[in-house]
């Protein structure tokens, strides 16, 4: 193996939305999808944990594509490489699984294929395969991220140094992005229009403003997507009332669900997190941090062997 030869990608994990901001808000947290990679004879994936263990092993694996038909679009073929895929992003539970692989993938293919994309370019690469860009981009550029994909443009800004965490509660059944999205109206009337853009508005300028009430008010009052998915998470509402009865300033659907997002001002977050692990305890409870960085590439540096 010669220098150069081997890379580390990490991706972190995202909620979307954060109530009102259908398709168009997102948030980067602690959780990670690393790939560790190196140049090989033939394509092969493989990874330690329990949930990845029955993906593809080949070429065929979603990262892998991914990877390959970014770098085709280039006219680079891709030389084929071994792939370690470790994460703590659980799969189809509204934590943005998917959205970390695409952004891993189009990483890879640029790190190999030596493409030299810019972040933007990335981005909409990532945007184009997921069909918004709430979820690549707090991905990839990390921090509270605010966008909008149309004309086969992105515009987004990020923002960072935000007074608030998480705590995320995952129920144990899945929630495929399809069967949520079905449940939701093909249109909304004006009217329904201009409140639910306006109460996104109003979220994002509370949240920069820090006016936790206001922000929480807001998570509440969206009417793009919460008040058609609730029903489908059985325990969305206890959860909710219960978690701003100890310390949660606002409680949303993580992207499509079913995970519930709890915000909190920093140093109640602890408590928070303690009070619903023992009120939910067949749930997963995680206390989450933003993650400001984004995702990274590394060569690992080796002496030819």
């Known amino acids: 193996m010669t220098l150069h030869d081997r ?26 999808l690393t790939l560790e990679i190196e140049k090989h ?26 990877a390959i038909k970014t770098a085709a679009q280039y006219g680079i073929e891709l030389p084929p490489c071994k792939i370690k895929v470790i994460s703590d992003i659980p799969l189809a539970r509204g934590l943005g699984s998917s959205a970390a692989a695409i952004v891993a993938g189009i990483e890879l293919a640029d790190a190999v ?7 933007d370019e990335k ?97 509440e009052q969206d009417c793009f997507h919460q008040p058609y998915r609730e029903p489908l998470i059985h325990s969305y509402n206890d959860i909710e009332t219960f978690a701003k009865r100890n310390g949660a300033f606002g409680v949303a659907l993580s992207g499509a669900g079913p995970t519930v997002i709890c915000f909190s001002e920093k140093g109640k977050v602890q408590n928070l997190k303690q009070a619903l692990d023992m009120e939910f305890p067949d749930m997963t409870v995680k206390q989450l941090s933003i ?13 030819a062997k």
């Not at 993650?291 to 002496?303: F, R, T």
Request: hydrophobic share 40%; glycine share 6%.
């Open 7 to 32: 890379f580390l990608i990490k991706v972190p994990a995202s909620t979307a939305n954060l109530g009102p901001g259908f398709d168009s808000i997102g948030l980067a947290l602690n959780l990670y």
């Open 41 to 66: 004879d033939q394509w092969e994936c493989y990874s330690s944990c329990e949930e990845l263990k029955d993906l593809p092993t080949d070429e065929s694996h979603f990262i892998c594509q991914v």
């Open 113 to 119: 294929g030596r493409l030299q994309l810019t972040r």
């Open 123 to 219: 981005l909409l690469l990532a945007t184009k395969l997921e069909g918004h860009p709430d979820n690549v981009g707090a991905s990839l550029y990390g921090g509270l991220v605010v966008g909008c994909y149309q004309q086969n443009e992105v515009d987004m800004l990020s923002f960072t140094n935000l007074p608030f965490e998480t705590v995320v509660v995952i129920p144990k059944e899945i929630l495929l992005t399809k069967e949520s999205r079905d449940v939701l109206p093909d249109a909304y009337s004006r009217k329904k229009a201009i409140q639910a853009s306006s109460t996104a508005n109003l979220l994002i300028a509370a949240l920069l403003n820090q006016n936790w009430s206001l922000a929480g008010k807001m998570m």
């Open 291 to 303: 993650d400001y960085s984004g995702s990274s590439v590394n060569e690992v540096k080796e002496l």
